[in-house]
DNA sequence: CCCGGCATCCAAACCGCTTTGGATTTGATC
DNA sequence: GATCAAATCCAAAGCGGTTTGGATGCCGGG
């Protein structure tokens, strides 16, 4: 209540020490009972709160975790990044941790890495999209910067935690539900294909053809930033093309909205004449419930993954010999009103 | 390069004091030429980078900005949440501040700026989205916390600083773009009312509507969270009802996709049978631009109030005396497809 | 009655930096 | 040559906590 009470005039106030005082602050067991109480009670009627500064310099630890975004990263990834940045922020104050984030120019991205480690700003950070050629891990294992990855890096899934959800398989059983239905051919509107995920999801699809005995056709294949628009075009380039594909796999509900878009534009239906799955993060301002969802999808709630990788960095900060350790989530693959049987079936 | 090297190991490398070592690094003006080069050059060799912890004890300023959000907000404003983060966190970076992020519980929300107070936690922070009965600024102001207001908060203009888009006037342009195109049936998708914005945004539209002697007809105005599907629902009941809307007011490009997919599922045309008109926040992930833009729009870039905010604030932390000052953006009306002349005129 | 041990509590050092209040040197002035 | 100011540099005192290494008092046991 009251305004700047230090832990100084508290204790000058309980006629304690400061030793004492901080002892029964923080639950230590040689302080008595009573004091405790007594401390309590009156840290509580001066509104006393440590100092944060100080107490981390006393400690030197800086009970923050750091999340470095590239802006370019940042442009791409911008929702799904939020979501999983809220489930991370919700475990870190569950634990009294801060989260700190640092918006930076790509070209400054090492650097700052490097300084979240000398300055101490934090215990530890999370990798976000990680890419098929990631350095990123070698860089903080070389400054002694613990860190969890969203994602997986190729080549380092052993040496390295990491919280992922399983991108090919995902995508491989979305394609055979595609297959399944009757449709041959199949158009894939990919992420950034030198991020790993997309380069998984990109794998789970061919396998699924390839297992059937399919050859995919890079001329319905592409990759890129996951923009409405970039859905609406390509699909629309596609349908006019002259051997259009009956069914889309999407890596994002935002393209496949532009998608969508598209098959109205063409006076189709969507769900009837061209099947859409896509990949759905589970965003809260894109919900895709309901009775029966408006896309079929494979679901992976990249909140989930937030709090989890969250769970993980503190363990890994509060123990940092512990062995590495990782999650892989399953995607649920759910029907929506999105797809059918292929049409001439 | 090399590991933890603190002040004073690099002024004994120096044979040199520490107040030395400090202002030459701090470039202050009592130290000489030559010397503070040699510091520099030992600093750079030994990788020195001051403790940020202790340096912010020292100094008594944080050096570091808060953004509480309570979950439930957070579900709704996602992604303009996080663009506006975004732009703030450049400007953060940019003048060496560092951003902090909390998710809370709705009830924690007053704890949690109390506790960047009493534990020194920022020097400042924003306040986002403020609601038509708005009171954190008075909690602010109580425990003597700096802030700015992204938006306004009604009956505070004049005490507060904050940075807003003239939400009124683009709503009211919007609508007069509309009647002049000949439509007489204007339904309003707008966002949740107890938000300040939005009330603004209704204003401006049924002021528009007055001054040309229409009535509203709340049958066809709409107030929810600014989804896909609540375009896609609202737009369609609409839509299939006896006196169907002739254009939509949208208060989000995201509903407003909803509001096209309605229509199209309509079997109608967008900008032909049906016109649109949304907010756009020019969200990265969802572009509104080429040649010409599917969407006829309000914009008003919220990456751009995040870093102007972000700059009001510093302003304010670094002389707390200020006199309060506002930033008021105005929204481009922009033409796209999405609108066209009344059907039948 | 004395002693060891436990329960409490405290003075002081420390974390790593900034900053105050001099001390010392240098150089120009008269 | 003495004086004063400017130019440099430094020792030490914070900043507000945590933590180490004892003190002190009280108790039962030998």
Same mark, same amino acid.
């Given at each position: 209540?009251s305004k700047?009470?230090?832990?100084?005039?508290?204790?000058n /106030?309980?006629?304690l020490?400061?030793?004492t005082?901080?002892?029964?602050?923080?639950?230590?067991?040689?302080v008595?009972a009573e004091?405790?109480r /007594?401390?309590?009670e009156m840290?509580?009627?001066l509104?006393y709160a440590p100092n944060?500064?100080?107490?981390r310099l006393?400690?030197?630890?800086s009970?923050?975790?750091?999340?470095?975004i590239?802006r370019?990263i940042?442009?791409?990834?911008?929702p799904i990044f939020?979501e999983?940045?809220?489930?991370?922020?919700?475990?870190?104050? %569950?634990?009294?941790?801060?989260? =700190?984030?640092?918006v930076?120019e790509?070209?400054?991205? #090492?650097?700052?890495?490097r300084?979240?480690?000398? /300055?101490?700003?934090?215990?530890g950070? =999370?990798?976000?999209g *990680?890419a098929?050629n #990631?350095s990123?891990h070698e860089?903080l !294992?070389?400054?002694?910067l *613990?860190?969890?990855?969203?994602?997986?890096i *190729?080549?380092?899934? !052993? #040496?390295t935690s990491?919280?992922d959800?399983?991108?090919? /398989?995902a995508? #491989?059983r979305?394609?055979?539900?595609l &297959?399944?239905?009757g449709?041959?051919r199949i158009a894939?509107l990919?992420? &950034?294909?030198?991020?790993?995920?997309?380069?998984?999801r990109?794998?789970?699809?061919?396998?699924?053809?390839?297992?059937?005995g399919?050859?995919?056709?890079t001329?319905?294949?592409r990759s890129s930033?996951?923009?409405?628009?970039?859905?609406?075009d390509?699909?629309?380039e596609m349908?006019?093309s002259?051997?259009p594909?009956?069914?889309f796999?999407?890596?994002s509900m935002?393209?496949?909205i532009?998608v969508?878009?598209?098959?109205?534009?063409c006076? &189709?239906?969507? $769900?009837k004449?061209?099947? =859409?799955?896509?990949?759905?993060?589970?965003l809260s301002?894109l *919900?895709?419930s309901?009775?029966?969802?408006?896309?079929?999808?494979?679901?992976?709630s990249v909140r989930?993954a937030? !709090?989890?990788?969250?769970?993980?960095?503190?363990?890994?900060v509060a123990?940092? %010999?512990?062995?590495s350790?990782?999650?892989?989530l399953?995607a649920?693959?759910?029907?929506? !009103?999105?797809t059918?049987?292929?049409? $001439?079936?």
């Amino acid at each position: 209540m009251s305004k700047g009470v230090n832990l100084k005039e508290l204790s000058n /106030r309980l006629n304690l020490s400061q030793t004492t005082v901080s002892r029964a602050l923080n639950g230590y067991p040689e302080v008595s009972a009573e004091t405790r109480r /007594r401390v309590a009670e009156m840290a509580d009627k001066l509104g006393y709160a440590p100092n944060s500064q100080a107490r981390r310099l006393a400690t030197g630890r800086s009970m923050a975790i750091g999340h470095v975004i590239p802006r370019s990263i940042h442009e791409m990834m911008n929702p799904i990044f939020l979501e999983f940045i809220a489930g991370a922020g919700e475990t870190y104050s %569950k634990h009294g941790y801060d989260m =700190i984030i640092s918006v930076v120019e790509d070209d400054h991205e #090492e650097d700052a890495y490097r300084q979240i480690a000398t /300055r101490k700003k934090a215990d530890g950070v =999370i990798i976000h999209g *990680p890419a098929a050629n #990631e350095s990123r891990h070698e860089l903080l !294992q070389a400054i002694n910067l *613990p860190f969890v990855v969203h994602g997986r890096i *190729p080549g380092a899934e !052993q #040496e390295t935690s990491w919280v992922d959800m399983n991108n090919r /398989r995902a995508f #491989e059983r979305a394609t055979n539900l595609l &297959l399944d239905l009757g449709h041959k051919r199949i158009a894939l509107l990919n992420g &950034l294909e030198h991020m790993d995920f997309a380069r998984r999801r990109r794998k789970g699809f061919e396998d699924a053809l390839s297992a059937r005995g399919l050859e995919p056709d890079t001329s319905i294949m592409r990759s890129s930033d996951m923009t409405e628009p970039y859905g609406c075009d390509n699909a629309m380039e596609m349908l006019k093309s002259e051997h259009p594909p009956t069914a889309f796999l999407v890596s994002s509900m935002i393209s496949a909205i532009g998608v969508a878009r598209a098959i109205g534009q063409c006076g &189709l239906v969507t $769900g009837k004449d061209i099947s =859409i799955i896509t990949h759905d993060d589970a965003l809260s301002f894109l *919900p895709n419930s309901g009775e029966v969802p408006i896309f079929t999808c494979t679901r992976s709630s990249v909140r989930y993954a937030g !709090q989890r990788a969250a769970e993980l960095l503190l363990d890994i900060v509060a123990d940092p %010999k512990r062995p590495s350790s990782s999650l892989h989530l399953d995607a649920e693959l759910i029907v929506g !009103q999105s797809t059918g049987p292929a049409p $001439g079936r």
